[in-house]
């Protein structure tokens, strides 16, 4: 088994096809030497170590990889000429994390390794640039003891000791930029820094190259179950299993001084899915130095800086002298890196998000990968790919991330509003959008806030991955610091979350939890709104409007419609719901649940009275005033489904949902009824149940009061005749809640039908329509073949099939799904993603044992999962007619089952 594969000098054992074994970053690094792009050699050790490590341990796995490793290292001194762990001409590598998926910040890379005393000196005599030596020296020594030493803080709130040191040498000395440090600084620097080491080790810190090596290449092996890895894997779905890729590569400077640089680039913007090229550089720095907000960066083309300038409101003499772009600082480079960012788009046919550095006016890449990008970004550079005849039509359907399709359909602000809006600050349009919420200034405030319903604002100095559960919650996240490229700015992206940054002039006191910005000082709590596409701080909270549909994104929808193999439908019980979800492309409601009706105005007053009455004939009484009511419901709902299916779910809930609990309300009752209230208390008391959800609810509701069915269809089918009158299509499907047996089916099935014969008797005419079942009992499904001998369709309501198969109760689950899911027992909550091992089995057979019996059988999907990507997939894949969802995540389903459909 081969463990390490090599890469350099326009060869590599590996290649951009072998990214499970290799990761993400190895695989690139393999194929841009494979294209023949400046690359520095290297070799990554395979993610199937990673697993090795994590089952048996850093000793054995480093046997296992030793012979292997020192060859990988002999090949890189071969193509570098210089030899690792020697003092005279050495050899400095980084090791660096690489998953499968990318997981930008996630994990640590540790760079300069193999650096000591001996080292540093003939660094800075080969260079003649002994700042430069003793520069990388410290930043090695720093990396190492947080990353491999774990001097890192664990908390936010623990201040990095290393960086303590640097505050404090910087303070002595007066200055505030690294890049104002002398050589006798960071020598200084570095003695200190490795006095830390030992205090926090007890050890001296590690001279030999090759010690570090290893302790580097078990750190990143670490990293993969580091918390903050972790998190990030459960937010997106990332199997542990995958494990990382260890790349180690040959170090090229980007501190060699003034002609040197580091940055990043994106093909096309990530923000808007323009083809416009971008990036950001900075002067004489290394690595992380551009992401982590230190210095602002500037622009690499001369038209974004342009534009950058005048957001910030310099002028361009400013711009040129103090932040010129790279095409104006570094011609020769920026140009070869804009012709190698076409070609590995051009290769990749997707938007390349590549990282590269320049050491003494050498280009050098050091990673490529398809960009992060916004919802917005996503469906345009998909469109324009085709369009370009780069991609067809399927892989542009592949190309969607469902779930962020969501961020299309979201309100922008409202046009006029905006224009009366203030702004209070400006700075980078990070990640697209309107947002607007109260202040709060840590990601546990926020958590805290939201939990309380709240809509927040996240405001940061700047951001770092211990505020990913912050970001996540918040409306939108306004920073202080920080490029386009910057921690908060790309994972807002990722998450499709509004965010500002780098907005330089406001200040933020975290101590007095206070903002100042626009000469007023705002606190925890006020109100401010922030536009992610431009950039601005509005004071206050500017309303949203309504986003457009059609272009672009009505392009992905007709391509979708072409594909697909199901229907998507929506649950809607409104005729407003009905029609936004027709907007956004469903066809038909799959669930209309009546009960929503039932608690509006004066009609909990009948329905109580109903359920108050004392026997058939007062329920009659009561049902006969709801009969209009509920009527003019569904006409309201069949004419705004013309042409479509609308599946009426009959009364599902507990009676005990619909009378009042209070006295005073209890009293109210009893006066309008002419009751007692000791009679309303007693009637109250009598529909008490231990565990409602599996009590007299759903069709045992109907079964024991079958007026209550028998007004309900009187209701659908009068509609329906009435709107067919009008020369409107109607479809009624009527569906019975919570069968699990073919007695009770056969029951509620005898009622309708007797009634809609009676209605049609009435009225001398009749209008086509089917009776089904919701299969949401696990016996339903088990028996589904009975069932299907009366049922005409079968619905799949997998929040209750959830609930019964698991025996979990939603209302009590979430309490312990969290542990769950943070100690591993779970890897997703089954309520919103469908178990497709365990209740997947349930609804595979309810299927096929219903279609055995009833081959025309319509089947659909009703749950919550109706809307989840993969449970979508799984149900197109078993060959369910439809899914039906949420209005707003129709667009997202429809996606969903194209893709299925295509992946079949
Ligand atoms: P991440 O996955 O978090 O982006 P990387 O492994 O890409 O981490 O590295 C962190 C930073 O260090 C990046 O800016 C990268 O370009 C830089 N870097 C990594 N390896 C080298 C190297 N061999 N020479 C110079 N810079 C490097
Ligand atoms: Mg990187
Ligand atoms: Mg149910």
């Excluded at 060869?11 to 792009?37: F, I, P, Q, V």
């Excluded at 390794?113 to 005599?125: C, H, K, P, Q, Y």
């Excluded at 806030?449 to 306004?478: F, N, Y």
């Excluded at 309303?543 to 199901?566: H, S, W």
């Amino acid at each position: 088994m081969k463990r390490v594969y090599t890469f350099g000098d326009g060869k590599a054992e590996g290649n951009a096809e072998m990214r499970n074994l290799l990761g993400g970053k190895g695989a690139n690094l393999a194929e841009m030497n494979l294209l023949g792009m400046p690359v520095p050699p290297g070799f990554t050790i395979t993610t199937e170590v990673c697993n090795e490590y994590t089952l048996n341990g850093s000793e054995s796995v480093v046997k296992l990889i030793q012979e292997e490793v020192e060859a990988a290292i002999a090949h890189v001194e071969t193509l570098t000429g210089k030899k690792f762990n020697d003092p005279a001409n050495p050899l400095l590598v980084s090791v660096r994390s690489g998953a499968r998926a990318s997981m930008p910040g996630m994990m640590d890379t540790v760079l300069n390794l193999g650096m000591n005393d001996a080292t540093v000196a003939s660094l800075a005599e080969k260079s003649g640039n002994p700042r430069f030596a003793w520069d990388s020296y410290r930043r090695f020594v720093q990396m190492y003891g947080d990353v491999v030493l774990g001097m890192k803080p664990k908390s936010k709130a623990d201040i990095d000791p290393f960086e303590e040191i640097m505050d404090k040498v910087k303070a002595e000395k007066g200055v505030k930029l690294d890049t104002e440090l002398d050589v006798e600084d960071l020598q200084n620097l570095v003695k200190l820094f490795k006095a830390a080491v030992k205090d926090f080790t007890g050890k001296d810190f590690p001279d030999s190259a090759w010690e570090q090596l290893w302790g580097g290449i078990c750190a990143v092996f670490d990293s993969w179950m580091n918390e903050r890895a972790i998190l990030y894997r459960r937010m997106n779905q990332i199997p542990e299993e995958w494990g990382t890729a260890v790349n180690v590569q040959a170090m090229v400077y980007g501190n060699m001084g003034d002609n040197s640089a580091t940055g990043v680039a994106f093909s096309r913007d990530a923000a808007t899915g323009e083809n416009i090229f971008n990036g950001e550089y900075l002067i004489n720095a290394q690595g992380e130095d551009v992401v982590a907000g230190i210095r602002t960066p500037q622009q690499i083309t001369v038209e974004g800086s342009r534009r950058w300038a005048a957001l910030q409101g310099i002028t361009e003499e400013e711009r040129v002298e103090k932040y010129p772009s790279l095409e104006e600082s570094m011609p020769v480079c920026a140009a070869e890196l804009i012709a190698i960012a076409n070609r590995l788009e051009n290769y990749y046919k997707d938007m390349q998000d590549m990282e590269f550095t320049i050491q003494d006016g050498k280009l050098w890449m050091l990673q490529t990968r398809n960009g992060k990008r916004t919802g917005a970004a996503m469906v345009k550079i998909a469109m324009d790919l085709l369009r370009a005849g780069e991609i067809d039509e399927k892989t542009t359907l592949l190309r969607m991330e469902p779930q962020k399709l969501d961020e299309l359909l979201h309100p922008v602000f409202d046009k006029a509003a905006l224009k009366r809006a203030n702004v209070v600050a400006k700075g980078l349009p990070a990640s697209p959008g309107a947002a607007a919420g109260q202040i709060v200034f840590s990601a546990e405030e926020a958590e805290a806030w939201s939990e309380k319903k709240k809509k927040v604002v996240l405001v940061r100095i700047e951001t770092s991955p211990e505020d990913l559960r912050g970001m996540a919650v918040a409306q939108g996240i306004l920073t202080m610091r920080g490029g386009m490229t910057s921690h908060a700015a790309v994972v807002a992206r990722g998450m499709g979350k509004c965010c500002v940054s780098g907005a330089g002039e406001i200040k933020v006191d975290y101590k007095a939890k206070t903002v100042e910005m626009g000469g007023k000082v705002y606190n925890e709590g006020d109100w401010i709104s922030l536009n992610g596409s431009t950039g601005e701080v509005y004071d206050g909270q500017v309303p949203t409007a309504e986003p457009e549909l059609g272009g672009d994104f009505g392009a992905i929808m007709n391509l979708a419609a072409k594909y697909t193999k199901t229907l998507v439908r929506t649950n809607a019980d409104t005729p407003r719901d009905a029609k936004q979800a027709r907007h956004f492309g469903a066809q038909g409601i799959g669930l209309c649940r009546t009960e929503h009706m039932f608690f509006e105005g004066d009609r909990i007053k009948a329905v109580r009275e109903m359920i108050l009455a004392s026997d058939v004939e007062g329920r009659r009484h009561a049902l006969d005033k709801l009969l209009p009511m509920q009527r003019s419901d569904f006409e309201g709902i069949f004419e705004a489904m013309d042409g479509f299916g609308v599946t009426i779910r009959l009364l599902d809930p507990p009676l005990h949902e619909f009378v009042p609990h209070q006295t005073a309300t209890q009293k109210e009752l009893a006066n309008e009824m002419g009751l007692t209230l000791e009679e309303v208390k007693a009637k109250v008391d009598s529909l008490e149940e231990f565990n409602p959800m599996l009590g007299h609810r759903g069709c045992r509701l109907g079964i024991t009061y079958p007026e209550i069915t028998e007004m309900q269809t009187r209701a659908i089918i009068e509609a329906a005749l009435n709107m067919k009158a009008r020369g409107i299509k109607v479809f009624p499907e009527i569906m019975i809640p919570l069968v699990g047996t073919l007695k009770e089916i056969q029951n509620q099935a005898d009622v309708i039908n007797i009634t809609a014969s009676k209605v049609f008797e009435e009225r001398g005419e009749s209008v086509a329509y089917k009776v089904g079942t919701m299969i949401e009992v696990p016996r339903a499904a088990l028996t589904a073949d009975q069932i299907a001998t009366v049922a005409d369709f079968f619905s799949f309501g997998t929040n209750d099939l959830t609930q019964m198969t698991f025996g979990y109760s939603r209302d009590d689950a979430p309490k312990f799904l969290k542990f769950y899911k943070e100690h591993g027992i779970i890897k997703t909550d089954p309520f919103e993603v469908l178990d497709q091992e365990g209740v997947g089995q349930l609804v595979r057979m309810g299927v096929e044992k219903g279609r055995a019996t009833k081959p025309e059988l319509k089947v659909g999907i009703c749950g919550e999962h109706g809307g989840e990507p993969s449970s979508v997939k799984f149900c197109a894949k078993l060959g369910m007619n439809y899914v039906s969802c949420s209005p707003y995540r129709v667009p997202i389903a429809r996606v969903a089952a194209a893709q299925a459909a295509i992946e079949d």
